[in-house]
């Protein structure tokens, strides 16, 4: 293993954990030089076995013998930095969970077609633009069986650090990609995912629509289900052009559910059987 000593908080190769932001190692730009962070070895493997290529390592000293031990054999002479605990701490900013941060090349993106075949249901998430909340469907998604997630362009990327986080690693396991942004959504995106057979489920606060145990609803082969932004939820252009208008029916004067916790009634509800 090629483990080197932090003794130099500003060295240039510490940037991607310690001063780059998010949209940095994003890069934009240059998405085929964009940077993702992993955070803890089960995340971090669960990257590597997807196929995502190590960078660096930030490791406590402690976890190099131990929880890392084998993350770190496996990926032969890839640096790895270290310290101690306290060090780590002061030089991120934040606690590393399981002492131990992965920066990676971001993989590039899959289209739509790539992404959605053979699948039976996917999800759609329309600006949602929390990365807590991103990572929390990736992980219901992940748990139920949805076999694809599409991003439009304004949601929070799935590869910030804090929704790999909160996905615990599966943002790996699902097959996902972001809209290109030249797709108009809805307009163009709603026709692309008709084509391909899907029928479309819009998640909506709206006298209009069917329960969630509408029989035909879920009887229906190949379903697209679509969730909507935090606060305002779906445009209305997107629900006009849904095949379906759907309510979570509630109690207690409850009028609707955060967009994660409502993806996780939605996905078992409409689960393919």
Known sequence: MNIIEITDFEA???????????????NRHEPHKGIFIAESPK?????????????SFLVEHKHIGGEAKYILERCGDVPVYTAEFDVLTQLTGFKLTRGMLCAMHRPALKTVEEVCRGADRIAILEEVVNPTNVGAIFRSAAAIGIDAVLLTPACSNPLYRRAIRVSMGTVFQIPWTIMDKVTVWPE?????????????????LSDDSVSIDNQELKSEDKLAIILGTEGDGLLHETIA????TVKIPMNHGV????????????FWELRKK
Do not use: H, W
């Open 43 to 55: 995340v971090i493997e669960r990257a590597l076995d997807a196929g995502c290529e190590p960078i």
């Open 241 to 244: 052009e849904c095949d379906y």
């Open 188 to 204: 163009d995106g709603m026709k692309v995912i008709k084509s391909m057979g899907f029928k479309t489920a819009a998640f909506a």
């Open 255 to 266: 009028d609707s559910l955060n967009v994660a916790a409502a993806s996780a009634v939605a």
């Open 12 to 26: 240039e190769e510490l940037d991607v954990y310690a001063r780059l932001t998010e949209n940095q190692l994003l």
